[in-house]
Nanobody, 123 residues
Framework: QVQLVESGGRLVQAGDSLSLSCAAPGIFSSYAMGWFRQAPGKEREFVGACNWNGGITTYADSVKGRFTISRDNAKNTVYLQMSSLKPEDTALYYC?????????????????WGHGTQVTVSS
């Protein structure tokens, strides 16, 4: 059974750094993984994604240069390292998995989702 469990979200101040984790037991190491976020009243948006081994990554323009995705297949865990956080980064952050080796930016391309972890950035 596939389960994705995000952790690490909390209240931080603007300019801070924060690292999110996504434990993914049951996910094949061949799956691409993505991070998405959803703020209140807004649609779920793409943050970043990586291919099966983390060698290929793609990011939304809004986070490029500030956020970094990595994965440890031996630990079945994907990470999202966030730096220079802004109030507009406040959202519920989700990780997702797709049974293909290449990443994708659209949420419908992902079959498995976690329940999210809340990140709040105060100004």
């Amino acid at each position: 059974q596939v389960q994705l469990v995000e952790s690490g979200g909390r209240l931080v101040q603007a300019g801070d750094s924060l690292s999110l984790s996504c434990a993914a037991p049951g996910i094949f190491s061949s799956y691409a993984m993505g991070w998405f976020r959803q703020a209140p009243g807004k649609e779920r948006e793409f943050v970043g994604a990586c291919n099966w081994n983390g060698g290929i990554t793609t990011y939304a323009d809004s986070v490029k240069g500030r956020f970094t995705i990595s994965r440890d297949n031996a630990k079945n865990t994907v990470y999202l390292q966030m730096s220079s956080l802004k109030p507009e980064d406040t959202a519920l952050y989700y990780c997702a998995a797709r049974p293909f080796s290449v990443p994708h930016q659209h949420p419908t391309a992902y079959d498995y989702w976690g329940h999210g972890t809340q990140v709040t950035v105060s100004s």
